[in-house]
Each structure stands twice: as structure tokens, then as C-alpha cells.
């Protein structure tokens, strides 16, 4: 990994101090819902924005989850690439990582510690996922619809080198039995499409010369391979609800699906290093001028993911009616929700209530 400079030194710092005092109280707790959730699922869908996904034609089903229940109009990813805002999403922090290598490794305190701690059971469901779970997967010729750096779970030193805990990075064919029974439900379920049903698309070919296949990378909004990017992953975050909401677990108590993308749209702006806005908020990093992983005409400043989708059902007790949060929220903030519910330690930026703000007011009438 890169040096810190000082500033990223003084954070690191401060995220130091924030997890050991985290830790060190196990009851901390600022406020939460009025009822526990019981399961929790989240759905991550990949480089696009909320103005080219919520309303959109080519994903009805997902804008009728967020006219039937609520959404978040003001959700930004934490920050640019896509590995980074997945390491943040379950620790709290993208650790001054702004690519996509997929060799990086992580030894920090994450989500599954903490859930393990409180005797909470967590299961990933990634589809098109390899026999060699560990192994470092840009998409291949050998596989050509994973890629490692939306598994959050494998880059976690001490999740990727327990057998224990990798058994529960499953395969997302694993999911509809799991969901058939309450007790083999696990409370807190993450769930990744393939690259050609997330959104991403640019799947590799191996014939040079030839255009990606089976779902080509989008250049411009709507363009043709964006339209069917789009509808292949309308139909299936429109499979994986309706899986869970059939389900027994979906029935039990109160429980929540939260549908994001992990950051806005890339056009090629090389400023941004390609990508389309750099807006963030609740601690998105600040990057120095001509860093190196973004470009060298960086103005410097908040290097944020963009404004993203973010769409919350919950089936008992939660905002419905097409409720529109104005709140400006993050990765961050989901991660606080779910310790925010379930009296977990808050992690890194996760506990800084002057800037992450949890959605548990999504969680109440």
C-alpha cells in the first residue's frame, strides 16, 4: 500500500482511536429504532447514478420499489473505484485505497467481527462466484463474470484465511435454499450480481479486436449496451426481492432490503479518472491535487463516489408511500444503520455522528 501522507497519517490516527474506543465499550449506543430489525439484506449493484437508474424505463421494477416504499435522494457512494466502497461499506473506512487491485489485503476490524461477537449470523451471496474463493479475480477468459473486487469479504485478512468464515461466502444459487427455511436465514445477507447484471458490464473477450461479450461495457447513458445492462439487472434485483419477500424470515419480524450502487456513472471524464461526478459526503476522502490514482488535472478536494440509487423496503413498521429522504447519506451510513439496530460497536467514520448520520428513519412510520 501507499504511504499516508500526514493528513492520512493524522486519520489514521483518528480512526485508531475511534475503533479501540468503539471496542472498548461494547454497549455503546447513541439511539436506535423503535424495534430490532431481524434480517437485513443488502443488494449491490454497480456504476450508476440515481438519475439514470430511479425513474428510468429500463428499470421499472426497481423505481416501483422506491415509489411503493422510500428511497434516499441524497445517497453518494463513499468514493471511486468500486473495491474501495465495498472495503467501506463493512469496515468503515476505504483505508486511503482508491483503485481496484485486486491483491490489496485489509487487516482491520469489519462487520463480521462485530456481528460474530453478538452471535448475529452474515452469509454473501455473490453469483458467478469460483471454486477458488481466495483467489484474485479481475474478470477472465477463466471467468468472465467475477471480479474479487466486489467481494468485500475476501480481501479481509482475518475473514479470507478462516475456512469457518469463507464457508459463508456462498455461491448466489445457494440463496433460495437458504431463504426457504427461517433458521438456515442468516440475519444480515449480502448480495452481488455478476458483472453482466449488476450494471457494470465489460465483461472480458478474449478475440482482440472484437467488442466485450456477453454484455459490453456502456459508454454513454442508455446507449444500447446500457439499456440491456439495465434491464438484466432490473430483472434481477426483481427476482432477488420477490425471493425474499416469499420467503418465511420475510415474515417473522421486521426486517429490511437495501438496494444501492456502489458509486455514480463513468464517462470518461479524466479529470475525475473517468468518472462522472466526485460528489460525496459524511466523510468521503479528501485527495490532494494531481493524486496519482485519479489524474494530474485533479483540482483536489472531496473525491466522492456521486450521487447513487439507494431504495429501502421494510416490510413492517417502515417508511412506505414513495417516502423521499433528503438526508444526505453514504455507505457509511448504511454500515451505522445496521450497527445502529443491532447494538454493535460503531467502526472508523461509521461513529462519527457529526457527519454519518444512520437511516434508521427509514425504520419507523
Not at 476505504?94 to 452469509?123: C, G, M, Q, S, Y
Not at 474478470?139 to 464457508?167: C, E, Q, T, W
Not at 443491532?342 to 454519518?356: E, I, M, N
Request: net charge negative; glycine share 6%.
Amino acid at each position: 500500500m501507499k504511504k499516508l501522507t500526514a493528513l492520512a497519517a493524522l486519520s489514521a490516527a483518528v480512526i485508531a482511536a475511534l475503533v479501540t474506543t468503539q471496542l472498548a465499550g461494547a454497549d455503546f449506543h447513541h439511539h436506535r429504532a423503535g424495534s430490532d430489525l431481524h434480517h437485513v439484506f443488502v443488494i449491490v449493484l454497480e456504476n450508476h447514478s440515481k438519475q439514470s437508474v430511479i425513474g428510468d424505463p429500463n428499470t421499472p421494477f426497481i423505481t416501483s420499489l422506491a415509489h411503493q416504499y422510500a428511497s434516499a435522494a441524497n445517497y453518494y457512494g463513499v468514493t471511486h473505484p468500486s473495491e474501495p466502497n465495498y472495503v467501506a461499506m463493512i469496515s468503515g473506512s476505504n483505508w486511503w485505497i482508491n483503485d481496484d487491485n485486486p491483491a490489496n489485503r485489509f487487516d482491520h476490524v469489519n462487520l463480521v467481527d462485530e456481528l460474530e461477537a453478538r452471535h448475529k449470523t452474515w452469509a454473501a451471496y455473490m453469483e458467478a462466484l469460483p471454486d477458488d474463493k481466495t483467489a484474485d479475480y479481475w474478470p477472465s477468459s477463466g471467468n468472465p463474470l467475477y471480479a474479487s473486487k466486489h467481494n468485500p469479504f475476501v480481501l479481509f485478512d482475518d475473514i479470507r484465511n478462516n475456512p469457518a468464515r469463507m464457508a459463508n461466502d456462498k455461491p448466489y444459487t445457494a440463496l433460495a435454499a437458504d431463504l426457504a427455511k427461517e433458521r438456515t436465514t442468516a440475519d444480515f445477507s449480502f448480495i452481488v450480481p455478476d458483472q453482466c447484471n449488476d450494471m457494470h458490464g465489460g465483461v472480458y473477450s478474449p478475440v482482440p479486436g472484437h467488442p466485450e461479450a456477453p454484455c459490453p461495457y456502456n459508454s454513454t447513458n442508455d446507449d444500447p449496451n446500457d439499456v440491456v445492462l439495465k434491464q438484466n439487472a432490473d430483472a434481477f434485483v426483481k427476482r432477488t426481492v420477490q425471493m425474499i419477500m416469499g420467503s418465511p424470515a420475510w415474515h417473522d419480524g421486521q426486517d429490511a432490503i437495501f438496494v444501492v450502487s456502489d458509486e455514480g456513472d463513468y464517462s470518461g471524464n479524466a479529470v475525475n479518472g473517468g468518472w462522472d461526478s466526485p460528489a460525496g459526503c459524511c466523510d468521503s476522502p479528501v485527495l490532494a491535487k494531481g493524486d496519482p490514482d485519479i489524474n494530474a488535472a485533479w483540482p483536489g478536494g472531496v473525491y466522492g463516489g456521486g450521487l447513487v440509487p439507494a431504495v429501502v423496503v421494510v416490510n413492517r413498521h417502515g417508511k412506505t408511500g414513495g417516502y423521499v429522504s433528503q438526508t444526505p447519506y453514504n455507505h457509511y451510513s448504511l454500515l451505522s444503520t445496521i450497527e445502529e439496530v443491532w447494538r454493535l460497536p460503531k467502526l472508523a467514520y461509521a461513529s462519527d455522528t457529526s457527519q454519518v448520520t444512520p437511516m434508521t428513519e427509514f425504520l419507523t412510520p
